[in-house]
């Protein structure tokens, strides 16, 4: 039991509803417009994307422990500053990679059977997804490059949504793409307020994302940027009759999102009190995917 907790902790499984809530978009999408939900597909891919997920964490804690920037960093919590598995010797750097390689397997695996069902097309979004994965954080590192925000955002927004409902439908849907643009965008609001904690520890080791290039109070604005773009293409598109008027009911988050952004303007540069807004970020972005699930559902099954 123990040594599955700290599978669990280096895994950072806390973070999986990251990607299970675009599968579950995607999904139920597809169901919407075909009229049906192939629930053995569902489970296959959400097995994939998962295990994808779980190998881009732990690529990501292996390679900044040798960086020295999950080490140097005193503001580590459970949405920042990676698992800390490592630096406190729970499990060694070469059991943390080769369980990220078991992991990538599993996900290129998942891609080839959805290859012989539907095509070539499904296992380049297997590959697009690991690849993802490994340039964040090895080779050439985008996330010390200012591009792990953007990376991030394009594959659980876009790729994941797109991706799952293709599993679904055997066919790319404009809906699926315009769907997962809100989503981009607030899982990218969710990192980039996390990269705050992080500024004096990315700053020392030469990790150059937006919060360290821009300095944390002027990266408050590109964090009210995207948590506003997400509400705003989501009311467009509803506006635009391309989602059902029952998305509406994703305009509940909107409070959380507003008292997230209210805190993180009084308390960006103190990382303790900040975390009550990572958690409404959080809180908003797997809040709005849910409930667009339950519209998407409701329109379905009613």
């Keep these: ?25 995607g999904t139920t999408l ?3 417009e075909i009229g049906e939900i192939n629930f053995q597909y569902f489970l296959v891919i959400f097995v ?11 690529l990501n804690d292996y390679y900044d422990h040798f960086s020295e920037n999950d080490i140097s960093n ?22 943390v990679k080769i369980a990220a390689i078991g992991c990538i397997a599993i996900s290129l695996l998942v891609g080839l059977f959805f290859t012989f069902v539907y095509g070539p097309y499904a296992l380049l979004y297997a590959l697009a997804g690991t690849l993802s994965g490994y340039i964040y954080s090895g080779f050439p590192r985008l996330s ?28 790319f849907s404009i809906p699926a793409l315009l769907l997962s ?9 969710v990192l980039y307020l996390n990269q705050f904690p992080d500024y004096h520890a990315d700053k020392s080791c030469g990790k150059r994302n937006w919060v ?36 509406l009911l994703a305009l509940i988050t909107l409070p959380f999102a507003i008292l997230a952004v209210l805190i993180a303007v009084n308390w ?17 972005h797997l809040g709005v995917g849910f409930l667009l699930v339950l519209a998407f559902l409701w329109e379905i099954y009613r």
Aim: proline residues 7%.
């Design 1 to 25: 039991m123990v040594l599955l907790k700290q599978w669990l902790r280096v895994l950072r499984a806390h973070f999986f509803a990251a990607s299970a809530v675009p599968v579950l978009l």
């Design 30 to 32: 597809a169901g919407f």
């Design 48 to 58: 994939g994307v998962l295990a994808c997920h779980g190998g881009a964490n732990l």
């Design 74 to 95: 005193p503001h580590r919590s459970p949405f920042n500053g990676g698992s800390g598995c490592i630096q406190e010797g729970l499990i060694s750097p070469r059991k």
């Design 144 to 171: 010390y490059r200012g591009l792990g925000e953007i990376l991030v955002g394009l594959n659980f927004g876009p790729l994941i949504v797109t991706g799952t409902h293709y599993v679904q439908g055997g066919f």
């Design 181 to 189: 643009i809100p989503m981009g965008f607030l899982v990218t609001a």
């Design 212 to 247: 360290v290039r821009l300095g944390r109070k002027p990266a408050l604005k590109v964090y009210i940027l995207l948590l506003g773009a997400a509400y705003w293409t989501l009311l467009a598109c509803i506006a635009l009759k391309v989602f059902p008027t029952s998305s």
């Design 268 to 284: 960006y540069n103190n990382p303790p009190k900040l975390l009550r807004a990572s958690a409404l970020t959080v809180f908003t």
